[in-house]
């Protein structure tokens, strides 16, 4: 089975103040990793510092991406090499419109893996097949980035970004929230659409809901920066029943 | 800045004026628009100084005569050129529908007296180019009879200095005058910009939004004045300064003032300066895009629906003008 990350004792602060404290985690080709655990656990941290963003310092640890040092890319090196963050807050950009924002990120991606470039009729082709994997409507994808969009549109914006980018590994935070019941389904059906043998997902969620969908092959408890536990699916399950005392005042 | 393409070989008719003085014969333009000697007009009783606002007995340099009832063909382009000063002196008659280009580089140094008769309609498209250590200096002054309508845009993207200035008075009911501009201030430099309107009569309309970039340790003004005078009831007027900084030693001033004496009146007025949005930039970055690529695409988000606003073949040089600019402003960012 093909490594995608693996991620060793990883540290990081923002402001001189730690929230990772040493996480370790490994994701193959081909799996679906949840990660769940309470508000201000660090989850979002931890998506950030796999992006590369660069507010946040890593301050120990090792992190490799398909072999190579993650932490050694920026954050656009580690995008067209295939890392997608789906954002839990995606970014309004007044004026700047999907279709220049997409045409850019998608050029880059494909020079990274050796494809042709489009010409723009199938670009176009590509922006409208793509939509249809989250019934995107396509008079939001001719609107400038988010601008105006309603929550639940930013979502499928996001996972429309993912379809177009073809990532290898995919980390999703939050991407359930927001969502009414219909574009939670549609959403995470996109999802399961864009996976193959070759990459991964990593969803990071509050709720078992989305769960039912993406059916995740890893559970993980991230608390206080540290993956506390990890399990299969019927982990989720039990944390939905019982919620995480139970397994913090085990921890303490 | 390679300016002088900005405008070669599209139009049928330009008017190029060169070192202040008009290289172009004078005469009447396969159009039917009339190019003058502004002196000679001026003298020989064909122009009414007391028709343009400001305008001197003894100015020199070019008319542009728009007959009544003119209806657009193509564009008229005019281009200042060179070091010196000259005059231009647009009249468009009652009822006519043109549109004038300028483009103005080098340091010229320029006075324009415009005169929108009734019901005419004149649209007024301008790129200012100056290169690097040059100055061009440019004063507007506009006067706006019943049921005209002038619409300017302006776009300054040279790499010297700029300054501008306009005052646009709507004498006539139901007048209305818009302007759209754009200055951007590089490393170095330095442009100022300055709108004036007058709301003389009842029921006119004036829009002004004018957008500054600053980037470097670029320097940027603007000063705009709306004023109502008492009998100028039902007017609706709209001013608006957006800018945008780049680094931590750019500079824009924006000072919009109102001066109203007119009490039925629908005005406002507003300024912001705002930075580059990092959040922005890591998003795009995410997806891909380089700090630059992600920096231009916001920049060239804030400037676009001015240049947009350009019609024709000119829009694409404008913007690929504007593009190199851009390229070249968010190198300076920090
Ligand atoms: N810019 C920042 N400055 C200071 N503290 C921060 C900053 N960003 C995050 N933190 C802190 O880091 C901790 C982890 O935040 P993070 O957003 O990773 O949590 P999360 O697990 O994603 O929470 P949620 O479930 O609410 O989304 C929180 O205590 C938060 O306050
Ligand atoms: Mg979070």
Not at chain 2, 220 to 226: E, P, Y
């Amino acid at each position: 089975m093909k490594n995608i990350l693996t991620v060793k004792g990883l540290h990081a602060s923002i402001d001189g103040k730690e929230i990772l404290r040493g996480i370790d985690f490994t994701v193959n080709a081909g799996e679906v990793h949840a990660i769940m655990g309470p508000n201000g656990s660090g989850k979002s941290t931890f998506a950030s510092v796999i992006a590369g963003d660069p507010r946040f310092e890593v301050t120990g640890g090792e992190v490799t991406y398909n072999g190579v040092d993650l932490l050694a890319m920026n954050v656009e090196e580690r995008a067209r090499a295939g890392v997608f963050l789906s954002f839990q807050y995606p970014v309004e950009i007044p004026g700047v419109s999907m279709a220049n924002f997409m045409k850019l990120a998608v050029a880059r991606r494909r020079e990274y893996l050796g494809l042709p470039q489009l010409s723009s009729g199938e670009f176009l082709k590509m922006m409208r097949e793509k939509g249809k994997v989250v019934e995107l409507d396509s008079k939001l994808t001719g609107r400038a980035v988010n601008e105006g969009f309603s929550g639940g549109e930013k979502k499928k914006n996001e996972i429309f970004q993912m379809a177009m980018l073809q990532p290898e590994l995919s980390i999703l935070d939050e991407t359930d929230s927001g969502l009414d019941i219909d574009a939670l389904r549609i959403v995470a059906t996109g999802v399961n659409k864009l996976r193959t043998p070759d990459n991964a997902t990593v969803v990071i969620t509050h709720y078992q809901r989305l769960l039912d969908y993406i059916v995740p092959d890893f559970v993980h408890v991230l608390y206080k920066g540290q993956i506390i536990l990890s399990g299969d699916k019927s982990l989720a399950l039990k944390l939905e029943k019982e919620g995480y005392d139970w397994l913090i005042n085990q921890y303490k | 800045m390679e300016r002088a393409s900005l405008l070669n070989d599209m139009f049928g008719t330009v008017v190029r004026i060169c070192g202040g003085e008009c290289r172009s014969p004078f005469g009447i333009m396969p159009s039917g628009i009339r190019v003058l000697s502004l002196g000679e007009a001026i003298r020989s009783g064909a122009v009414l100084v007391e028709a343009f606002g400001g305008l001197c007995a003894d100015a020199e340099g070019v008319l542009i005569d728009i007959p009544a009832g003119y209806r657009a063909e193509g564009t008229v382009c005019i281009t200042v050129e060179g070091d010196g000063g000259c005059d231009v002196a647009i009249s468009a008659g009652d009822g006519s529908d043109a549109e004038l280009v300028f483009l103005f580089d080098g340091n010229a140094t320029c006075g324009r007296f415009v005169s929108v008769c009734h019901g005419a309609s004149l649209r007024v498209r301008e790129v200012f180019a100056s290169a690097a250590g040059e100055s061009v200096a440019v004063s507007c002054r506009a006067r706006i009879d019943g049921e005209a309508f002038m619409d300017t845009v302006t776009v300054e993207l040279g790499d010297g200095t700029a300054k501008l200035s306009y005052a646009t008075a709507l004498e006539g009911a139901m007048s209305k005058t818009v302007h759209s501009g754009l200055f951007m201030a590089g490393d170095g430099e330095r442009k100022s910009v300055a709108v004036r309107v007058e709301h003389r009569v009842p029921d006119c309309h004036s829009d002004v939004t004018m957008k500054g970039v600053a980037a470097g340790d670029g320097f940027g003004a603007f000063d705009g004045m709306l004023y109502v005078a008492r009998d100028a009831q039902h007017t609706e007027a709209y001013q608006q300064s957006r800018n945008l900084i780049m680094g931590g030693k750019a500079r824009i001033l924006t000072s919009p003032q109102l001066e109203i004496y007119a009490d039925d009146v629908k005005c406002s007025h507003g300024a912001t300066v705002g930075q580059m949005n990092d959040d922005a930039v890591y998003y795009m970055r995410q997806r891909g895009l380089s700090e630059a690529e992600a920096r231009g695409l916001q920049l060239a988000g804030f400037v676009n629906d001015i240049i947009m606003r350009f019609e024709g073949g000119l829009a694409q040089r404008v913007l690929e003008a504007a593009e190199k600019k851009i390229d070249a402003m968010q190198r300076f960012v920090e």
